[in-house]
């Protein structure tokens, strides 16, 4: 079993849509993070957090520390948002450790 | 200030011949990471290095694989020897400290023929 778990795998959504993209690790953890990954391209960090929620534009996120769960949410999705979105967790020492990634795809 | 830059962006290699993998890390960022995405597959750690130093190489395959931090200059990622396996994109990241936010390169793909 992976240490960090993703679900689901792939996401297809109406433009407008509400997104929701499921975290689940297995470890102890000091942070998480959630990712962006454009087709070819970079990798952009969208949210670091450690307890609680947070909020950027149309993105929210937030974890559960207790339930070692953390959710990434998408209001009014749009198709820009197409992209892979990764969940990654700081555990021991500073690596990180990756989900498998969620294909996002918004139709327009 | 320049984010994290990586070069080359993409690179072609034949069997058997060396790449290098060049990193510069933010302004005023002292730490690196590298990490591998196989085709196909997830982000996977390689290692972590700090200034002269190498902190942390569990993600590093045992033979062909080595990187610095020198004092002045990118971090270098060396492969020796390449094979088709080796296909992948390397993606290298910075942070001013440990604990705080990695930010990441473009990534360098590299193709082995």
């Known amino acids: 079993k992976n240490e960090v778990e993703q679900s689901p795998q792939n996401l297809t959504a109406q433009e407008g849509e509400f997104i929701t993209i499921n975290c689940s690790y297995s470890?102890?953890?000091?942070?998480l993070h959630w990712l962006q990954q454009h087709p070819g391209g970079g990798i952009v960090s969208l949210f670091m957090l450690s307890s609680g929620k947070k909020k950027h534009g149309r993105l929210i996120a937030t974890i559960n520390i207790q339930e070692k769960h953390s959710s990434l949410h998408i209001t009014a999705s749009h198709p820009r948002d197409s992209a892979v979105y990764i969940c990654a967790v700081t555990s021991y020492g500073n690596k990180l450790v990756f989900g498998a990634g969620t294909i996002l795809r918004v139709k327009s | 200030n320049a984010g994290v830059m990586q070069n080359p962006r993409h690179l072609v290699r034949r069997r058997g011949q060396e790449a290098r993998l060049r990193c510069s890390p933010m302004?005023?960022?002292?730490?690196v990471y590298w990490y591998r995405q196989l085709p196909e597959e997830g982000l996977k750690f390689m290692v972590y290095l700090q200034k002269e130093n190498i902190i942390d190489e569990s993600g590093m395959p045992k033979e062909r694989f080595s990187a610095e931090f020198p004092k002045e200059g990118p971090s270098i990622l060396r492969i020796q020897q390449v094979v088709r396996g080796d296909s992948a994109a390397y993606f290298c990241a910075s942070s001013a400290g440990q604990g705080n936010e990695q930010y990441f390169g473009p990534g360098t793909r590299l193709t082995v023929t």
């Open positions: 302004k005023g960022h002292s730490h």
């Open positions: 470890v102890g953890i000091s942070a």
